[in-house]
């Protein structure tokens, strides 16, 4: 089973380049989230979207976008990179609100210079 | 708000010590809590939640909701058990899950 898969699991950007950082998850799960994780910070939430058709903003959301494309894609899009936004990356997803098990993509480490 | 705290960013013991990796919370209403970890090139994978009471890979877990704590405990550490430990959130309708900062344990041989 695939799970959560991330992709690209490696990226250089230049700065004010853009990108987006594909994720879909293969388990019929309603919330997905993106974090990124960077030392000292722990896993912060930058969006999540509880459902189809939804999307909220997290902890972190400012200099990303995000797209529920269908129930299993969530994609996160950097319109502008900058070198604060060098980080690794997290999708994950889980089956509903409350007490539900998140299963987590391999990660996408991500260098703006 | 929502926030979990964890006061260590890390924890050294040797093999065979007592372990306790500290989280505190502060949610307004009933939170479900979680444990996750996160070994050497692996995925972060959930280890425990309160509401199952379960202990797995010998770690336990207990909501004190007087103290606002859950702290994740082992009687006697492995090296094997060397890692990155989140603990993390959700609680109501919001659906959001919030990780704390993460204690790295380091267990010594």
Redesign the interface.
């Given at each position: 089973n695939a799970g959560v898969t991330q992709t690209p699991k490696f990226q250089v950007l230049k700065t004010g380049q853009s990108m987006t950082l594909q994720c879909a998850q293969d388990m019929n799960h309603n919330s997905m989230y993106w974090y990124r994780q960077d030392p000292g910070m722990g896993l912060r939430l930058i969006y999540y979207s509880a459902s189809e058709g939804t999307t909220d903003k997290g902890e972190v959301p400012n200099g990303y976008n995000v797209s529920r494309l269908n129930k299993r894609e969530f994609s996160l899009r950097l319109e502008s990179a900058a070198p604060s936004q060098t980080s690794v990356y997290f999708c994950a997803s889980n089956w509903d609100r409350g007490n539900t098990e998140a299963f987590f993509g391999q990660g996408t480490r991500l260098t703006v210079v | 708000a929502q926030r979990v705290t964890?006061p260590e960013?890390l924890l050294s013991v040797f093999k065979g010590a007592p372990v306790e990796l500290k989280c505190n919370y502060s949610y307004s209403g009933s939170p479900?809590l979680?444990w996750?970890v996160q070994y050497s090139r692996q995925?972060?994978?959930?280890l425990l939640?309160h509401?199952s009471r379960e202990s797995i890979k010998g770690f336990t877990a207990d909501l004190n909701k007087g103290e606002t704590s859950f702290h994740l405990k082992k009687p006697f550490a492995q090296e094997e058990d060397s890692a990155m430990y989140?603990c993390?959130l959700?609680g109501?309708?919001?659906?959001?899950?919030?990780?704390?900062?993460?204690t790295r344990l380091q267990v010594f041989p």
């Open positions: - | 964890q960013k479900e979680f996750y995925r972060l994978q959930l939640r509401i989140y993390a959700t109501g309708s919001t659906d959001k899950l919030i990780f704390g900062t993460g």
